[in-house]
């Protein structure tokens, strides 16, 4: 048999997600199940080489060619960009990225520049940018409801998934940005070095989804 | 102050020793390929005037390049391509050289890397430009070049993949849609952005064109491609462009063996100034292509001379690379080492120039004594010693 696939999932849900998705598709993924602290882990009977990383991490893998494939959102590619596939959207992972205020506010009122709190600032910048408006864009790493409420920023640009935190700390979503699924992402040279085997899989995915 | 005097540049590295052997062997093995075709080095300049590379036909978004200006304020970068200053000389120096011209290049191109992600500033590309024909045989010239390159590069495997842009662009032009909205198609397809492509399609309309495109990105594969695609749209136009691709395909699949040639109509480049055939290369172990090209008809004029080109660039830094991976060359170690006794440095110096005259590779020892020398010897493995006093003897 020729050297298996490697494929990279984000950690955490999406990792569950697709190793579901693998299983229902007939494979046996009991080496991802009990992985202990292992990092890279076989499925056998699919030829392939689960890898796991951070979201980030999956994009960088991929582009570089030593992971052939890879899982992950969609707010992260937005965010890195880069050069690869994007093959299939795999509908699980669904939320969408949106921009918040506090409720009550008109986020677009007055002349004055607006400040953005964000984790995604290069998806908050072309956003705003399409729209034509200067805003000044502040990277906040953990809970960015928080700016808002301490007047750092005038809104957010962030995941909104079912809108219960924001609601809990008195923000509402102004606009919807882009909805974000999973994606499987290929890289470039993978994908015709090795036509056959991810056409294979991808059309197996397809069909189950 | 902090100084930044001991680094270099992110993108940017020093190569030593085996890396500058490995380079300059691939450099030498591919331009052998080259000038046995007949083809002239040239060189032009790192920098260039921005104007050059500032082109409708071809962007290079400004936020990648590296500037600077000259004495009169004009802004110059560092050169981030090969072929448009070569297009330069064409249509000035050589306007009135006899065609076609044959030309090859081995020189750095620039372009700011994005931080930290493992990606280089600064890459050396050697290539080919044929210049003035649009005939089959100058395209079967230079992509059986392209295939001759592949393969004394490669140690695993390696593939080379043909496309016309003319598929797309005749295919979009059928479309009622903006330049905005067919770059958005085009860089959907470039990505195959299954999911996204279709969304967008769905939005302009539904119609054999709408349909043709959202396959484009899965056309791509061995020789059942020509016939799925006669299959998604057919007029006089896109026949012939596909009818010239296959007898292509065929006839290069003759050159390069079964399954190295493999088709795809969805290659559609952000470089948008091919208007013909292009051509990608693959070395199994590197993530990206390694080699492209294509032909490149209406480029030139823009420089004021109208004359049809193909060519392509070979990335030399990503075969060093793979050969690196794979291979344990060290710079070879010195075939002797003459120690001069105190008073007789004049003979060494003389009999070292006798043995470099017989192709031996001398150098001189500094040590004090000749116990240190041979130790010295011992530890970069040069198996002669030869000591020059009264009379000369060979140590071991």
């Known amino acids: 048999m020729s050297k298996p696939l490697r494929i990279a999932l984000t950690k955490g849900r999406l990792e569950k997600d ?65 050069k690869f596939f994007e093959l299939a959207d795999l509908g699980f992972g669904r939320c969408r990225f949106a921009l918040a205020a506090k409720k009550g506010t008109d986020f677009y009122e007055g002349y004055g520049v607006k400040t953005i709190a964000t984790k995604y600032p290069n998806v908050a910048r072309s956003f705003f940018e399409s729209k034509g408006m200067d805003v000044d864009i502040v990277k906040i790493e953990g809970s960015v409801e928080l700016a808002p409420l301490l007047e750092l920023s005038n809104g957010i640009v962030d995941i909104v998934e079912t809108g219960t935190t924001l609601k809990e700390n008195g923000l509402e979503v102004i606009e919807d940005i882009a909805p974000i699924s999973a994606r499987l992402i290929v890289n470039t040279v993978s994908l015709k070095l090795r036509q056959k085997e991810i056409e294979n899989l991808i059309g197996l995915i397809e069909e189950n989804l | 102050m902090k100084t930044n005097d001991l680094i270099t540049p992110e993108g940017t590295k020093d190569l030593l020793f085996n890396e500058c052997i490995v380079r300059r062997k691939a450099e030498e093995k591919i331009h052998g390929i080259f000038k046995s075709r007949g083809y002239c080095e040239l060189i032009t300049p790192e920098i260039e005037f921005f104007d050059v590379f500032n082109r409708t036909s071809r962007y290079f978004p400004q936020e990648n390049l590296f500037k600077l200006t000259d004495l009169k304020g004009r802004l110059i970068v560092l050169r981030p391509d090969n072929t448009m200053p070569i297009a330069r000389v064409v249509a000035t120096r050589l306007k009135d050289a006899a065609l076609p011209l044959r030309l090859y290049y081995n020189q750095c191109v620039f372009t700011m890397a994005p931080s930290l992600k493992g990606k280089s500033a600064q890459t050396v590309q050697t290539g080919i430009e044929l210049i003035g024909s649009s005939s089959k045989m100058a395209d079967l010239e230079v992509i059986s070049a392209a295939i001759e390159v592949l393969s004394a590069c490669s140690e695993k495997g390696f593939s080379l993949e043909i496309g016309d842009i003319g598929f797309f662009r005749e295919l979009v032009s059928k479309l009622s849609v903006d330049e905005d909205q067919s770059e958005t198609i085009r860089k959907l397809i470039e990505a195959k952005n299954y999911p996204a492509l279709n969304d967008f399609l769905d939005k302009i309309g539904h119609n054999d064109i709408t349909h043709a495109l959202k396959k484009l990105p899965r056309l791509f594969g061995g020789e059942e491609v020509f016939e799925k695609a006669a299959k998604l749209f057919s007029d006089e136009k896109i026949d012939s462009i596909l009818a010239s691709l296959k007898s292509l395909y065929k006839q290069i699949s003759k050159i390069a063996g079964n399954g190295r040639i493999t088709v795809d109509l969805g290659m559609v480049n952000r470089t948008d100034y091919y208007t013909g055939v292009i051509i990608k290369g693959y070395l199994e172990g590197y993530g990206e292509e390694v080699l492209s ?13 109208d004359v049809p080109a193909t060519g392509f660039a070979v990335n030399i830094d990503a075969v060093s690379q793979i050969i690196l991976k794979n291979s ?52 970069k493995n040069i198996n002669r010693i030869v000591r020059v006093g009264s009379e000369i003897t060979e140590v071991r």
């Open chain 1, 18 to 82: 697709t190793i579901g998705l693998l299983e229902k598709l007939g494979f046996d993924c009991t080496a991802v199940r009990e992985k202990g602290r292992k990092l890279i882990l076989p499925i056998a009977d699919a030829n392939l080489e689960v890898v796991l990383a951070k979201a980030n991490d999956v994009i960088t893998y991929v582009e570089h060619g030593v992971c052939d494939m890879g899982v992950v959102g969609k707010d992260t590619i937005m965010e890195m960009s880069g």
């Open chain 2, 293 to 305: 090209g294509g032909r490149y008809d209406k480029l030139i004029s823009e420089f004021g001379y």
């Open chain 2, 328 to 379: 344990k060359a060290q710079p070879k170690s010195s075939d002797v080492l003459l120690f001069a006794e105190e008073g007789y440095e004049m003979e060494a110096l003389a009999y070292a120039g006798k043995l470099r005259s017989e192709g031996l590779v001398t150098e001189h020892s500094f040590d004090k004594n000749i116990e240190d020398a041979i130790k010295y010897a011992e530890a």
